[in-house]
């Protein structure tokens, strides 16, 4: 391990000759020139690889041996440009991708589905563009984290997609388990930095207990557009959604009070209508809430934490009221809950379109990540994954 360095140039193939070698880490150097294509083909015992944070240009390697052992690639904030090379599917012990904050253009990478112990994909802040979908079904098995967003993606988020995200609808104890594995290997899971998106800036959200439980969403600042799928109500695990910044339209699905385990919601910047649920309120450990800038009308919820939300969580909704605001609600009668027959309304057609998608959780070896969930004014103020050793 020789990152947070000063190395400079660029790297060897000679490294190549390593053929033992099972963590490298160049991370926060500043390093230039290509990747050496060996390095996914050099060694089944490499597990870490991990370049982040120095100045790499070109590809990806694109070859990657059959049999290897890699688990944790991070790549991120560099120069890197081109698709994502497909012989990654070769990787099939691959648990962590970080290619953020590069130059990348490509379609959805959905042929990722078959990596089976793929648990986080962060593509934040690259030119990946089109539809998040599927040819046909495919499942992420083992999914927890996915980050989309500052993206070009586009069209609607089909109920489809949501549906394969197929831990997210798990019991949380599954990836409680996961973690605790992960923290008993060699390498101390010692950071959790979970920046939340606020008004014209950013400012800390003290989740780190909640690291065990980590499931998140990000697909924000893309142009993602149609009804958020009521489907979404269904990924029971979510901790973090972040659809902000797209062009969603129709009514904020009731489904989504029955995200229990939620503790940041940020709908902003889109083309919602129609009231804010009275079933949000009984998502209780909402921590953060934000559905500025949209088209919302009618008495904001008073019930239980929405109280405690200030306006900017309501801004530039002319039809909203409620005493966050200088607008009062007058005669304006609360929104019934729904009886028990009738848990849904007519909020509840489609489901998610993913603007912000984004999850990042720490892999294997203990590793730590950190997430960063983005506001489309403060998109380079922040960077999903923070990992340190």
């Known amino acids: 391990m020789i990152s947070n360095n000063l190395l400079s140039g660029e790297i060897s193939p000679l490294i190549c000759n390593l053929q033992s070698l099972v963590y490298l880490d160049l991370t926060s150097n500043n390093l230039v020139g290509m990747i050496p294509s060996c390095l996914g083909s050099f060694s089944r015992s490499l597990q870490f690889l991990r370049l982040a944070n120095n100045k790499l240009s070109g590809n990806i390697p694109e070859t990657y041996v059959k049999g290897n052992s890699l688990q944790f690639i991070d790549v991120g904030s560099n120069r890197l440009h081109g698709p994502l090379p497909r012989q990654l599917i070769n990787c099939r012990m691959l648990e962590f991708l970080d290619v953020s904050n590069n130059h990348f253009n490509d379609s959805f990478p959905f042929w990722l589905e078959s990596l089976p112990k793929l648990k986080v994909i962060s593509l934040r802040n690259n030119k990946f563009h089109g539809p998040i979908m599927c040819p046909s079904k495919c499942i992420f098995l083992k999914l927890h984290i996915i980050d989309l ?29 996961d973690l605790y594995r992960f923290q008993q290997s060699s390498v101390d899971i010692s950071l959790f ?165 984004v999850i990042v959780i720490g892999y294997g070896g203990g590793i730590i990540a950190g997430i960063a969930l983005g506001n489309a004014f403060s998109g380079d103020v922040f960077r999903l994954f923070k990992i340190k050793f």
């Open 149 to 177: 967003s500052h993206n070009e993606f586009s069209g609607n988020l089909s109920s489809e997609i949501v549906k394969n995200f197929r831990l997210m609808t798990s019991d949380p104890v599954q990836f409680k388990d």
């Open 193 to 357: 930095l979970f920046p939340m998106f606020n008004k014209g800036g950013v400012m800390d959200y003290l989740g780190r207990q909640y690291l065990h439980e980590m499931v998140a969403i990000d697909v924000s600042c893309n142009k993602i557009s149609g009804k958020i799928p009521d489907m979404m109500g269904s990924l029971n695990s979510l901790v973090v959604l972040n659809l902000s910044n797209n062009m969603f339209t129709g009514t904020i699905p009731s489904s989504l009070g029955k995200l229990s385990n939620l503790e940041v919601l940020d709908l902003s910047f889109n083309s919602l209508s129609g009231n804010i649920p009275q079933q949000l309120t009984e998502l209780t450990f909402l921590d953060f809430f934000n559905v500025s800038f949209n088209n919302l009308s009618g008495p904001i919820p008073e019930d239980r934490q929405f109280s405690t939300f200030e306006e900017n969580s309501f801004e530039g909704n002319k039809g909203l009221c409620g005493i966050q605001l200088v607008k009062k609600c007058e005669d304006h009668p609360k929104p019934p809950l729904p009886t028990p027959d009738g848990d849904q309304d007519s909020e509840s057609g489609s489901f998610f379109e993913l603007y912000w998608m």
